[in-house]
């Protein structure tokens, strides 16, 4: 069964140091979305491609935050310098096109700590 | 301000009773909606979904109801086993299911055999 594959699968970091995250979406799946998920609340949108292209980063700390999907496939995000309020699950999701359901399919996520 | 909320942070119910899992929502554009459970270490998977035109939808022991004039939702499971022992997300998008989804806090649900 297809999957979105995320790493790494845990990150901890000290305060101050660069941390990056990838994402393979399900193949096919133009709709690539980044969340993060702080213990206790709900998974908060960062960011959302379409395709290449940045739909929605509104909500992204673009002074420390920075996210790509250059080919349209694969996307990076990165946080440079960690703070300790950056500790999370980073949750990465793609969505087929023409979905019906809206359904978003889920990788396994990276858990960072930032000491 | 939260716009999808969840204010039961857990419930407990026993296998084979009804569970009833709440959602409440302020943004009167949203109008679709869907569930998706949460084991630990894992990413969220799909459950069910709703959209604003309908009140009700049933997908084998899960059915979720829809009341819009009160922004209110609800996903029953009947029923409750043990694996659906899980964290429930509420989900809300805005202008149908192309956009992106405001998630609720959870609901931690255990199904005590």
């Known amino acids: 069964e297809a999957e979105v594959a995320q790493s790494p699968r845990y990150k901890i970091t000290e305060k101050s140091q660069a941390v990056a995250f990838w994402c393979d979406p399900i193949?096919?799946?133009?709709?690539l979305y980044w969340y993060r998920q702080i213990l206790g609340q709900g998974p908060e949108l960062l960011v959302q491609f379409q395709d290449e292209s940045v739909v929605d980063d509104s909500q992204l700390p673009k002074d420390r935050f920075s996210a790509e999907r250059l080919k349209g496939v694969d996307s990076t995000l990165k946080i440079q310098p960690a703070e300790l309020g950056d500790s999370a699950m980073y949750l990465c999701?793609?969505?087929?096109?023409?979905?019906?359901?809206?359904?978003?399919?889920f990788g396994e996520g990276s858990r960072l700590t930032v000491l | 301000d939260q716009q999808v909320k969840q204010n039961s942070p857990s419930l407990s119910v026993q296998e084979g009773r009804i569970s009833i899992l709440n959602c409440d929502y302020t943004n009167s554009m949203f109008d679709y909606f869907l569930w998706y459970k949460k084991y630990p270490a894992e990413g969220p998977t799909f459950l069910i979904s709703i959209s604003s035109i309908k009140d009700k939808n049933e997908d084998g022991r899960f059915t979720v109801f829809l009341n819009k004039s009160a922004k209110h939702l609800s996903l029953h499971i009947v029923p409750s086993q043990p694996g659906d022992s899980a964290v429930y997300f509420c989900a809300a998008s805005p202008y149908g299911y192309d956009q992106n989804f405001v998630f609720g806090p959870g609901t931690r649900l255990s199904v005590l055999p």
């Open positions: 193949s096919g799946h133009a709709t």
């Open positions: 999701a793609s969505r087929a096109p023409g979905a019906n359901t809206g359904e978003l399919f």
